[in-house]
């Protein structure tokens, strides 16, 4: 039983896109959920979903025209797509057919509803609808997997008989599930929307010379996870970003690229005055060379020394600069004595809280999709949290956060 208590798609524009599957017919049920909360609904049909539901059904319940084909009408009347995708709030595809996602994950476009989805500014989710051994096939999860990178929202898929009897997972979400799930995620875009967040993310590299530096094995996936994170909660983040293959998705991160921890520094510096959350998770390094030369250096005797010098601390200069509105997070990555050095960083560098990692546990840390983390804060509360996917780690910490907003 759902009780929609928020009515969070009040008002909002939905367009529903109904492809060919057989839970084609829970879309009836979905406009009228739909309706009853108060939003306005249009329809798109794929051409094989009229084969599973009438047009006429879906046009009384959602009291608007149901679309289909570009041309609207015997008079040549065009269906515009792009005036529909920028119509929408939210588009919805339920149920999403094998076919209709491989062609989404693959930019292809030969109907109206792809035409949309291609065309749409808003946020697209995703009910995936078929057979199981569809549904498990590499080429399915790849492409749903594409479709997520795409910034696109994947609903989950029910498990239970299908209709083809064979018993597993492939089933839409019910129709109350589906609107349950978007009403919470529209939800959480509310509870952060207006504050401003910073993170840092990645690696840096320190020149040497014109073809080498000195990095270290950072992916920033921990860092884009939580910019992902914030943002997904209604953020505004500008993530700084050290050298990295990965890219983000939600249109409320900006991101700054830089190169080394100096540059890191200043840019990082500049943004924090119009920050109210800042969380860096960059593995900056801590000493630079002197001096880089500039041109490559070349092979000769037996041994290269290098001097290194000192780089600026950036998360202990936004201790120093921080004001009492301010929350301030930090990492610590040790690898012994791992609680006691993390407390010691948390008060020198004036931080609300400190993420500590460590590099003893396997499976967690850098070049891994996993990390283990406790978070300690100035209180002296320490949670040890399990081996998690970065993206939970990250759901972790912003909760943390949030829980120390309204204390
Ligand atoms: N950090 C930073 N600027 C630096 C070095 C570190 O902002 N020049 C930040 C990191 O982003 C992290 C925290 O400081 O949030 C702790 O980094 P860590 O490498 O664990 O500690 P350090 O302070 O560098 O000390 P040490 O390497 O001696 O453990």
Known sequence: MYFFSFYMLKGKKIILGVT?????????TLVRLFIKQGAEVKVILTHDAKEFITPLTLATLSKNPVLSNF?????????NHVELGLWADLLLIAPASANTIGKMANGICDNLLLATYLSAKCKTYV????????YAHPSTQNNLNKLRDYGNIILPVGEGELASG???AGRMLEPEEIVFFLDEST???????GKKVLVTAGPTYESIDPVRFIGNHSSGRMGFAIAEEFARHGASVTLISGPTELHELNENIKRIDVTSADEMYEKTVTQFAKTDIAVMSAAVADYTPEKVSITKIKKSGDELHLKLKKTKDILAELGRLKNKKQLLVGFALETDNEVANAMKKLTAKNLDFIVLNSLKTKGAGFGHQTNKVTIIDRKGNKTDHKLKSKTEVAQDIVHKVMSLMHA
């Open 127 to 134: 009910a995936p609808a078929m057979d199981l051994d569809m």
């Open 71 to 79: 041309i609207a009408n015997n008079n040549g009347e065009w269906n």
């Open 187 to 193: 939800r959480l875009t509310e509870k952060l929307k």
């Open 20 to 28: 060919g599957s057989i839970a084609a017919y829970k879309a009836a």
């Open 166 to 168: 064979l018993i597993g």
